[in-house]
């Protein structure tokens, strides 16, 4: 069965980074592209980006360029998201989301998201 | 950017159906899928390509679309049907992909 497993929860201070992995099992990794979610405490969802599995060519949304980084090891079918220069407003759960068709963006699996908390 | 609107919240009665709109122009290019999401756990996609339920998603969820309009009903609610519920699509503006803003479910 699909699934993804999240590293755990992350206590940063204010201009650190952080580096989430999301590892996949179950299926072909570089079938699927994988998307990451943020959800702020008490927030909505916002997607992030996605990044192609077979390429590693990354896309992000407005709001998540620059100090977000994509990244893949398809060696070991994990996907990873990096945030540098960390911010007290990046303290949200993190999830990385998989669609259920290779060209679709209906995510039907995902990760148990990676509490970042961002404090000095 | 493209955004999707959805009321904030609503309440049901136990056995009552509750609809549950989401708003937006993309929605007249795009398909739509709907999430469920308890507390302190991952959304589930009970929706998807407008009117689709995966396997597992009880058959009292059901969706449609029309126009800038996406809708999810939930007919016959049951306690375990609380929950946020959030619809996605694409901007057709950006070509990303967007969030609703999300409607709580309460079930009195």
């Known amino acids: 069965q699909v699934q993804l497993a999240q590293s755990g929860s992350e206590l940063k201070k204010p201009g650190a980074s952080v580096k989430v992995s999301c590892k996949a099992s179950g299926y072909t990794f570089t079938t699927y592209g994988m998307n990451w979610v943020r959800q702020a405490p008490g927030q909505g969802l916002e997607w992030m980006g996605w990044?192609?599995?077979?390429?590693?060519?990354?896309t992000y949304a407005q709001g998540f360029t620059g100090r977000f980084v994509f990244s893949l090891d398809t060696s070991v079918s994990t996907a990873y998201l990096q945030i540098s220069s960390l911010k007290t407003e990046d303290t949200a759960v993190y999830y990385c989301?998989?669609?259920?068709?290779?060209?679709?963006?209906?995510?039907?699996?995902w990760g148990q998201g990676t509490l970042v908390t961002v404090s000095s | 950017s493209s955004e999707l609107t959805q009321d904030p919240a609503v309440s049901v009665a136990l056995g009552q159906t509750v609809r549950i709109t989401c708003q937006g122009d993309?929605?007249?290019?795009?398909?739509a899928s709907w999430y469920q999401q308890k507390p302190g756990q991952a959304p589930v996609l009970v929706i998807y390509?407008?009117?689709n339920r995966p396997s597992g998603i009880p058959d009292r969820f059901s969706a449609s679309s029309s126009g800038n309009t996406a809708s999810l009903t939930i007919t016959g609610a049951q306690a375990e049907d609380e929950a946020d519920y959030y619809c996605?699509?694409?901007?057709?503006?950006?070509?990303?992909?967007?969030f609703g803003t999300g409607t709580k479910v309460t079930v009195l």
């Open positions: 989301a998989r669609p259920n068709s290779p060209t679709g963006y209906s995510y039907e699996f």
């Open positions: 996605d699509s694409r901007d057709s503006t950006t070509n990303e992909y967007v």
């Open positions: 993309s929605l007249r290019s795009y398909y």
């Open positions: 390509a407008n009117s």
């Open positions: 990044i192609n599995t077979k390429t590693g060519n990354p």
